[in-house]
């Protein structure tokens, strides 16, 4: 198209449409042209596709040179934050070993921890390629979530389908700080009143689920962010399981059934359970 506009400017293109499985049919122009230049053009646009596919392929290429061949997890015994990284590496077929530790281990690790915190995940094998990837200690779960959904279909490639998975994922951070400082709560008395305040028709727990769901609602309704499963949905999972699970005293597994797309997103979740079996 460019190229026979630049050599004939008096010319007027005014369709192009794909026919008889051609790459591309002959376009409608105000000046004659022979089949010399029709060649040329045709075959001109056909190497431009070509070229496309074969940037595209060597993109994939550079991923799957790059992806990690092991990726150490340091956290607790338990989901919590890097459940749903476990259960992306999982999906993208990277194999990881866990490393758990205990509250009192995390407390004399903090110096060394990027941001003093758990979970923390290095890439122990692979991850080839520019700077110094491997044995790098990373920090920050919902940024190795994105960082694993990459290598598998849960991250989108589109910018407008992962700004939907990013909103989700910061709804669902948000989520768990409504219930950090019931965990934290050692007087069991005092956590019971929290989760009942968090319940309630006003509380921030509800309120969290009600959003959740509108979102849902907003987006097709089959998963979290659409059509597709996402690592947007293995995080929400963390929170879904953690009702169902009775892992929140004092927060009764009916209490999803409140929500019925969270909890049929739940049941959907809980059914790969190749993504989630591991010894806790």
């Not at 309630?200 to 962010?225: D, H, I, T, V, Y």
């Not at 929140?248 to 959907?268: I, Q, R, S, T, Y």
Request: positive net charge.
């Amino acid at each position: 198209h460019t190229l026979y506009e630049a050599t004939h400017p008096a010319s007027e293109v005014r369709s192009l449409v794909y026919s008889d499985r051609r790459l591309f049919s002959y376009w409608a122009l105000g000046d004659d042209m022979n089949s010399r230049e029709k060649d040329l053009l045709v075959g001109a646009a056909a190497g431009a596709a070509a070229g496309a596919a074969a940037v595209l392929v060597a993109q994939k290429l550079v991923e799957l040179w790059r992806k990690p061949s092991l990726v150490k997890v340091t956290y607790f015994q338990m989901a919590g934050r890097a459940g749903a990284v476990r259960a992306a590496l999982k999906r993208a077929k990277i194999p990881y070993v866990n490393e758990f530790v205990t509250r009192d281990q995390v407390q004399a690790m903090r110096p060394s921890l990027p941001f003093g915190q758990v979970p923390v995940f290095e890439l122990l094998k692979g991850a080839r390629g520019r700077g110094a990837e491997r044995g790098r200690v990373l920090s920050q779960s919902v940024a190795f979530l994105r960082y694993a959904g990459k290598f598998s279909s849960l991250y989108p490639a589109s910018p407008y389908e992962a700004l939907k998975v990013d909103e989700a994922l910061d709804g669902v951070s948000d989520g768990m700080l409504c219930v950090v400082d019931s965990l934290r709560e050692k007087d069991m008395a005092k956590k019971l009143q929290m989760r009942k305040e968090l319940i309630a028709p006003e509380g921030n727990l509800r309120k969290f689920f009600a959003s959740m769901q509108r979102l849902m609602a907003s987006n097709g309704g089959a998963f979290l962010c659409g059509a597709d499963l996402t690592i947007a949905d293995l995080a929400m999972y963390t929170m879904t399981a953690a009702v169902r699970d009775k892992f929140l005293d004092g927060v009764p597994p009916e209490f999803l059934d409140d929500f019925p797309l969270l909890a049929n997103l739940h049941m959907k979740l809980a059914s790969m359970k190749e993504l989630w079996e591991m010894d806790y």
